[in-house]
């Protein structure tokens, strides 16, 4: 894990920051509008920053819909990969779920984008089929994944350990 990382929840004033990894990252970034509508969505939003020295290293958005979690967005820039980053965030965003009375996780996942569909695939996410055409910039399939009873699996341990605490 990186050392003195924040974790918080995400705030308008940060969209300008979480713009440029988006910029970076994504081929067909999000628009601020979307981050601005999403944060104002009150509890059903679930968006959260990584901090570290202030600079923002990587985000995590989320929906609750009743007991769903649904994965928006997430992205860790390039540089600080593969340090447990994502799954900080993923972790404490499960966590926050929960006490909001979460049980099932799902995301959708272009189906080019095996890295991810990997780092998914560690946490228990199991892929149930695709949408077709459901990226209108490219027309690309989704891939559906979902982790199932999110009091199970991996993320019994991982929360039981403390990960995901702010
Ligand atoms: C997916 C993403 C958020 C993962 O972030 P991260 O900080 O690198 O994740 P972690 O360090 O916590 O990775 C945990 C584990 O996931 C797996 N994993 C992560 N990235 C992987 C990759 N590129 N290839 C294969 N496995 C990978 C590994 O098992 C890794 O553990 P290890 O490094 O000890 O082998 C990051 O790669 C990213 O921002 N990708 C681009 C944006 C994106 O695709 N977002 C998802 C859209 S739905």
């Not at 999110?150 to 699996?153: A, S």
């Given at each position: 894990m990186l050392g003195e990382v924040e974790i918080r929840e995400m705030r308008v004033a940060d969209i300008e920051a979480v713009m440029d990894i988006e910029r970076e990252v994504f081929p067909f970034p999000w628009a601020p509008e979307f981050f601005l509508r999403e944060l104002g969505r009150g509890e059903s939003a679930m968006y959260r920053v990584a901090f570290a020295d202030g600079r923002l290293l990587g985000f995590i958005g989320a929906n609750l819909l009743g007991d769903e979690i649904h994965i928006t967005n997430m992205a860790v820039i390039p540089d600080v990969r593969r340090r447990g980053l994502g799954s900080a965030l993923l972790v404490g965003c499960v966590r926050q779920g929960l006490e909001r009375g979460a049980r099932w996780l799902t995301l959708e996942v272009r189906e080019t984008n095996r890295d991810a569909r990997e780092f998914y695939r560690l946490f228990g996410f199991r892929e149930l089929g695709l949408r077709r055409g459901y990226y209108c910039d490219t027309g690309e399939d989704a891939v559906i994944m979902a982790a199932g009873d999110?009091?199970?699996?991996p993320f019994r341990e991982l929360l039981a350990r403390g990960e995901g605490n702010d």
């Open positions: 999110i009091r199970e699996g």
